[in-house]
């Protein structure tokens, strides 16, 4: 199984951009469909992007346009670039990692972005 580790969270001005990055560990990301989720307090998780092993990229609606989700399998980790932020965009992110063909999921322990003046 995979461990993962979110990082690059923190305080980000309205219409600013960040980059959230997740190291693996245990097994290569290259295996799996990876993706980035968020959950935004008092409501459900939602998606925001995933990236299947051949390189197929989806993203939720409300990240269309200002995400890229890619992977580094030399450094196994992969990353959400994210623009345009606003203070609806404040949430903890999360990433995860889903072996194709199954529902078995890894998921880190988030990162909280927050986003506000």
């Known amino acids: 199984q995979v461990q993962l580790v979110e990082s690059g969270g923190g305080l980000v001005q309205p219409g600013g951009s960040l980059k959230l990055s997740c190291a693996a560990s245990?097994?290569?990301?290259?295996?799996?469909?990876v993706g980035w989720s968020r959950r935004i307090p008092g409501k459900e998780r939602e998606l925001i992007a995933t990236?299947?092993?051949?390189?197929?990229?989806h993203y939720a609606q409300v990240a269309k346009g200002r995400a890229t989700i890619s992977l580094d399998n030399a450094k196994n980790m992969v990353f959400l670039q994210m623009n345009n932020l606003g203070p609806e965009d404040s949430a903890i992110y999360y990433c995860?990692?889903?072996?194709?063909?199954?529902?078995?999921?890894?998921w880190g322990q988030g990162t909280l972005v927050t986003v506000s003046s």
């Open positions: 245990g097994d290569s990301l290259g295996r799996y469909e």
């Open positions: 995860h990692a889903r072996v194709v063909g199954t529902s078995v999921s890894f």
């Open positions: 990236l299947t092993p051949f390189h197929f990229e």
